[in-house]
C-alpha cells in the first residue's frame, strides 16, 4: 500500500483501539473483528468481506513495532492534510504515462542510507550530520518492492494434522501480463529523466536553506515512459484473479500465518512482488482434541472397568491403538499413546493423551441394582473418612471476633 493510503486511513479506528493501545490491546480488537467480519462466516456478504480486508490491513501495520511508528510518524507530519495532493499530480500518470508515488517521499525498506524519506525533503531546511543539503543517489528511484498481503484458508482438523494442497483464488493488483510491470509499451523501455539525473527530486538554495521537490518532469519517478503499455496506461500493474497454490504443512495449528515469497502484491517499476501471507483457520474435530502436538480424547468407562482395571481399544489419526487401564483408576485419569499425536515440525509426533470418565447410569435394572445394593454392603472401605471424621466431632466451634 502506498504513503499516500496511510494518510487517508484510520487504522486505530478501524480496530476501534486507542491511538496509544499496547499490542495486547491491538491484538484482541484484531482478533474479535476478524471473527466477526470472516468470509466464512458472512458468506456472499460484500460488506463484511471489505470490513474483514480493512481490519486485515489495520492489523498488518499496527501490529508491527516499525510499520507502526513509521505510519504515526507519517500521519503526524502531515496531519490535517498538510502536503496531501500538494504535488503535482501525486498518485496519478503525469506526462509520458509515469506515475507519482507519495511512498517515494518517506522511503521504504528497500531504500539506501543515502537515498529516499523525509530526510531529503526535509534534509536541506534543518540540516543533518552528513551537510546541509543532502541529494538522493540516482537511480534510488527505480524498481521497488511490492507490499505483502494477507489471505486467509479453512481447513479440516484431519487436513491440518496430515497437510495438505489447496488452491487460493485472489483477486486484486498484479503486475501487468502486456510489458511486465515496466510500464512502457512492448518494444520500448522507460529512460532516465534528464532533468533530474534520475534521482526523482530536484535540489536548490535559497538563501542559507537548501530545499528539495519531486521533479516536475518525471513526477518524483525518476524515469520518463514514452510510449505507456496500452494495458496498465504505465502503471506496471492490472487487477487480476489469479490462482494461488498453498502448501500447507501437516501439523500446523490453528491461526498459524504461512509465508508464501513473491506472491505478494507486485512491484512499482518492474520491482519484485512482497510476500503472501496465509491465516489458517483450523476447524474443531468431533472426536478429538489438541494441545500442541498432543491430541486429546475422551473416554467413558464402566464402574467396574475402572475398579477391575480392563485393556481399552481407542482410535488414532491412521488406526487405533490398545490401552491397559490398570485396576483402581479414578475417572479423570489421563493415558498416554507415545507418538499417536500430530506430527511434530522437524519429525516425531506428539501423544495421544486418553482421559477416562467412569460413566454413572441414569436408570439401573433389577439385577444391576440388587448386585449394587450386596456390593454396597460388602465394601468396608470408606471414601470419604476426612468428611466422616469431621462428622463424628461435631460442628467446628465459630471464631471469636477480635
Known amino acids: 500500500m502506498s504513503t499516500k493510503d496511510w494518510l487517508e486511513k484510520d487504522y486505530y479506528k478501524a480496530l476501534g483501539v486507542a491511538k496509544d493501545a499496547n499490542a495486547a490491546d491491538i491484538k484482541k480488537a484484531y482478533r474479535k473483528l476478524a471473527r466477526e467480519f470472516h468470509p466464512d462466516k458472512n458468506p456472499g456478504n460484500a460488506d463484511a468481506e471489505a470490513r474483514f480486508k480493512e481490519v486485515s490491513e489495520a492489523y498488518d501495520v499496527l501490529s508491527d513495532d516499525a510499520k507502526r511508528k513509521e505510519y504515526d510518524e507519517a500521519r503526524s507530519v502531515f496531519a490535517g492534510g498538510a502536503y496531501r495532493g500538494g504535488f503535482p499530480n501525486a498518485g496519478s500518470t503525469g506526462p509520458g504515462g509515469t506515475t507519482f508515488d507519495m511512498s517515494d517521499l518517506f522511503g521504504d525498506s528497500t531504500a539506501t542510507s543515502t537515498g529516499g524519506g523525509l530526510g531529503d525533503l526535509f534534509g536541506g531546511l534543518f540540516g543533518n550530520s552528513r551537510g546541509r543539503t543532502r541529494t538522493r543517489t540516482a537511480g534510488s528511484t527505480g524498481p521497488t518492492r511490492g507490499q505483502d498481503l494477507d489471505a486467509s484458508i479453512t481447513l479440516g482438523f484431519d487436513e491440518a494434522v496430515h497437510g495438505a494442497t489447496l488452491p487460493l483464488q485472489l483477486s486484486g493488483p498484479a503486475t501487468c501480463r502486456t510489458c511486465g510491470g515496466i510500464g512502457a509499451k512492448p518494444g520500448t523501455a522507460p529512460h532516465t529523466c534528464t532533468n533530474c539525473g534520475g534521482s526523482g527530486f530536484v535540489s536548490y538554495n535559497q538563501g542559507a536553506f537548501g530545499f528539495s521537490e519531486p521533479c516536475?518532469?518525471?513526477?518524483?519517478?525518476?524515469?520518463?515512459?514514452?510510449?505507456?503499455?496500452?494495458?496498465?496506461?504505465?502503471?506496471?500493474?492490472?487487477?487480476?484473479?489469479?490462482?494461488?497454490?498453498?502448501?500447507?504443512?501437516?501439523?500446523?495449528?490453528?491461526?498459524?500465518?504461512?509465508?508464501?515469497?513473491?506472491?505478494?502484491?507486485?512491484?512499482?517499476?518492474?520491482?519484485?512482488?512482497?510476500?503472501?501471507?496465509?491465516?489458517?483457520?483450523?476447524?474443531?474435530?468431533?472426536?478429538?482434541?489438541?494441545?500442541?502436538?498432543?491430541?486429546?480424547?475422551?473416554?467413558?468407562?464402566?464402574?467396574?472397568?475402572?475398579?477391575?482395571?480392563?485393556?481399552?481399544?481407542v482410535p488414532t489419526l491412521d488406526g487405533s491403538v490398545a490401552l491397559r487401564m490398570p485396576?483402581?483408576?479414578?475417572?479423570?485419569?489421563?493415558?498416554?499413546?507415545?507418538?499417536?499425536?500430530?506430527?511434530?515440525?522437524?519429525?516425531?509426533?506428539?501423544?495421544?493423551?486418553?482421559?477416562?470418565?467412569?460413566?454413572?447410569?441414569?436408570?439401573?435394572?433389577?439385577?444391576?441394582?440388587?448386585?449394587?445394593?450386596?456390593?454396597?454392603?460388602a465394601q468396608s472401605d470408606d471414601p470419604r473418612p476426612q468428611i466422616t471424621a469431621a462428622l463424628a466431632r461435631g460442628a467446628r466451634p465459630a471464631a471469636s471476633g477480635g
Do not use: N, W
Open 216 to 313: 516536475r518532469v518525471c513526477q518524483g519517478t525518476g524515469q520518463v515512459i514514452d510510449e505507456p503499455c496500452p494495458t496498465c496506461m504505465g502503471s506496471g500493474v492490472t487487477t487480476q484473479t489469479r490462482t494461488i497454490t498453498v502448501r500447507v504443512p501437516q501439523g500446523v495449528r490453528d491461526a498459524a500465518r504461512l509465508r508464501i515469497p513473491g506472491k505478494g502484491a507486485p512491484g512499482a517499476r518492474g520491482g519484485p512482488a512482497g510476500d503472501l501471507y496465509v491465516t489458517v483457520h483450523v476447524t474443531a474435530d468431533d472426536l478429538f482434541g489438541r494441545s500442541g502436538d498432543d491430541l486429546t480424547l475422551t473416554v467413558p468407562v464402566t464402574f467396574s472397568e475402572a475398579a477391575l482395571g480392563t485393556t481399552l481399544r
Open 327 to 377: 485396576a483402581g483408576t479414578p475417572s479423570g485419569r489421563t493415558l498416554r499413546a507415545r507418538g499417536k499425536g500430530a506430527p511434530k515440525r522437524g519429525g516425531g509426533a506428539g501423544d495421544l493423551l486418553v482421559t477416562v470418565e467412569v460413566a454413572v447410569p441414569q436408570k439401573v435394572s433389577g439385577d444391576a441394582k440388587e448386585a449394587l445394593q450386596k456390593y454396597a454392603a
